[in-house]
């Protein structure tokens, strides 16, 4: 019987999570949302990262009209399987998802401080509630660790923490940190460790309101809508950081690495392998790199499928078979209805997603 898993599912954290889950020294900055006036605002590290529109972090099966209007509430509005581990079984239940594979909401905005200290504790406390949450049903519930990768130091004691209770992979920030992209040397205590444990690094979207992820800014800007933003968003952020793995030699020096690209789709992987192979073969001279980059791709990296997406046939061919995975991205904003969207291909992508995250 195949077992159907889900790669890209999301909680919504509860508006209190770090109220009540945050080192008592650092409650008075907590992430929280409050409300004045009908109007909602989540604060980060004592600033205001979003108001007004904060339900549309969720809001899978809300009127987008609504939403965008102010007129929903992040509290109130969004489903109770959005935070509640019962309600997400039942939820899987009915969609005929056996395990799903859990991302943060929040806790991959942005932290808007310096204080490193704070942000570790967000960190902590995050990933403290979350496996909580998967301990309701630790064999249909795996949880992905966020560590502050600002902090390397911390970031490696929280994902040795992490990879201890339990969880299946590490969320990656699809960006340079402090200068160093995603594949340099520089974060090799955490690539060596996530190939210890055989567990994926993570790369997932990311919603940024400014910095280095937001890879059209000056198009932003302009408001072109969300269909440009959502559209270009999840490739945008993610063919420069899969691309940082492996011309940064990741793979040379982690060869049983897995890194998997969550929420762009898998389109868009025979096109970057065609690519970067092309300009190896006319820079090879002068590179370092051992071996074609689509080599490494077809051995080391993962693609999550979307729903609706019509070349995950040709992209199983062209980049493997067990290559490609499945997700959902319940209950963001975007997502798509699973019954109306399941792909022919469904069930080899979900064998992969069990392979994977050792499920």
């Not at 020294?25 to 909602?40: H, L, N, Q, S």
């Not at 403290?128 to 049903?137: A, G, H, K, L, Y």
């Amino acid at each position: 019987m195949t077992v159907f898993i889900d790669c890209d599912a999301h909680v919504l954290e509860p508006a209190d999570l770090w109220l009540r889950y945050l080192e008592p020294k650092f409650r008075d900055r907590a992430i929280r949302v409050e409300e004045a006036d009908g109007i909602e605002k989540l604060i980060i590290g004592e600033e205001v990262v979003l108001q007004g529109v904060v339900a549309g972090l969720g809001g899978a099966e809300d009127s987008k009209a609504e939403l965008f209007a102010g007129k929903r509430s992040y509290v109130r509005d969004n489903p109770e399987d959005s935070f509640d581990p019962l309600a997400r079984l039942r939820r899987m239940d009915s969609w005929g998802i056996e395990k799903s594979v859990l991302f943060p909401t929040i806790c991959i905005l942005p932290f808007p401080t310096d204080d490193q200290d704070l942000a570790n504790a967000y960190c902590r406390a995050y990933n403290t509630w979350i496996s909580e949450f998967c301990q309701t049903d630790p064999q249909r519930l795996a949880a992905v660790a966020v560590v502050n990768w600002h902090d390397l130091d911390e970031a490696t004691r929280e994902l040795d923490r992490c990879l201890k209770l339990g969880f299946r992979g590490l969320f990656v920030p699809p960006e340079t940190v402090q200068g160093h992209r995603p594949g340099s040397t520089h974060f090799d205590p955490l690539w060596a460790r996530l190939q210890e444990a055989e567990a994926p690094g993570c790369f997932h979207v990311i919603v940024r309101f400014g910095g280095a992820a937001v890879p059209f800014a000056d198009w932003h800007a302009t408001s072109p809508g969300p269909v440009f933003s959502f559209g270009l968003g999840g490739t945008g952020q993610l063919m420069p950081a899969m691309t940082s793995v492996i011309v940064d030699e990741l793979f040379e020096r982690f060869p049983r690495c897995k890194v998997v690209s969550v929420e762009a789709g898998c389109g868009y992987a025979p096109y970057l392998m065609d690519r970067l192979d092309a300009k190896y073969e006319a820079f090879k001279e002068i590179l370092s790199l051992k071996r074609r980059p689509s080599e490494y791709i077809r051995e080391n990296c993962y693609f999550v499928a979307e729903q609706g997406e019509r070349t995950i046939g040709t992209t199983l061919d062209l980049v493997g078979e067990d290559r490609i995975l499945w997700g959902t991205d319940y209950p963001h904003v975007d997502a798509l209805n699973v019954s109306k969207n399941l792909p022919r291909e469904f069930e080899v992508l979900a064998r992969n997603a069990g392979r994977v995250f050792r499920l």
